[in-house]
Each structure stands twice: as C-alpha cells, then as structure tokens.
C-alpha cells in the first residue's frame, strides 16, 4: 500500500495514479476529478483536473496507456481482418477429400475449421436395408465475408449525387462511416 507522497515505479503519487486510473474511463479530468472528490464543484474539479493533466508523470502515463490501447485495438482490427478473409477464402479441397467425402477433423486445417457453421450429422436408411450416414456441412457466408472485407478495406461506397438550383452539387455519402 503506498501513502500519499509515496512515488510509483512509473513517477506517480498515490492520487495521480487514481486520476490516470478514472481519466482513463472517459478521457474526461474533470469527470475524473468529480469521481474522486464528488463533494468539490464542477468548476474547482475541472481547474484541478487540468492542473492534473499538466503533471509530466501524469501526462506520461497517460500516453503510454493511449499507445498501449492503440496497439490493441490495431491487433483486433489485423484479427478480425484475418477472421473475414479466412471465411471468404476457404478452399473446400481443406473440408473434403477428392472424393468429396468429409475429412476427419483432425486433418482439417484450423483456418478452414474455422469456417465451418455447422455439420449436420444424419442416419437414413437405404433401398437395400442399410443405414447410411449422411453428413451436411454449412459453412459461414462467404458472400457476407467478403462484403464485411470490402467495407473494412474502404473498397466500396455508395454515394448518391442531387443538385440543387444552381450548379451546386451535393455527394451524401450512404455507407453509414
């Protein structure tokens, strides 16, 4: 437990690193100061957490807090990224073997694995008294995959173009980014 003026191993107070912990969660200092002092007004908290942000070891941790966010949230856009192109891309030569039949699991690479919605596994029974198995495999769409890719990679945008009196022309842009 540290007291009040102790410093961290980054250069903070006990009460910076509660402000970086409460900044963080809105990226607003005088919210963050409201949250810790709640019995202070909102004029005092927004000049406290002002003087707060202009602290070098605060303004330190908050930028390496924001570097570390960014860098995550980069690594799940490169996931999901993958994860579309992975579906849209499944060679069925992955699923079956020549002869079309399902390969066992094990000798299904993960990436096509992966693709797979569901196998439906049924029992009929044939003309000649057998039973045979029958299995259906569905797979993720792979038309809805790589429309998802295309938006993601900015491929395509729908634009409508209206004019108005004059030559002005107006382009609204429909893709919802």
Do not use: C
């Amino acid at each position: 437990m540290m007291r009040k003026n102790e410093i961290d191993e980054r250069g903070l107070t006990a009460s910076q690193r509660l402000f970086v912990a409460e900044y963080v969660k809105d990226w607003n200092a005088t919210r963050a100061i409201l949250r810790l002092r709640p019995h202070i007004g909102e004029k005092s908290a927004r000049t406290e957490g002002w003087r707060m942000l202009t602290q070098a070891a605060v303004r330190a941790e908050v930028n390496r807090i924001e570097k570390e966010r960014a860098a995550n949230l980069r690594t799940q856009a490169e996931d999901i990224e993958r994860a579309l192109a992975e579906l849209a891309y499944v060679d069925l030569l992955d699923i079956f073997d020549d002869r079309g039949d399902l390969k066992p699991l094990s000798e299904i690479p993960p990436h096509a694995r992966r693709a797979i919605a569901a196998i439906d596994v049924e029992s009929r029974e044939g003309r000649d008294g057998q039973t045979y198995t029958v299995k259906k495999v569905r797979l993720w769409d792979k038309k809805g995959a790589l429309e998802l890719l295309g938006r993601y990679r900015k491929m395509f945008t729908d634009r409508v173009e209206t004019e108005h009196r004059g030559a002005v022309s107006i382009q609204i842009d429909t893709s919802g980014k």
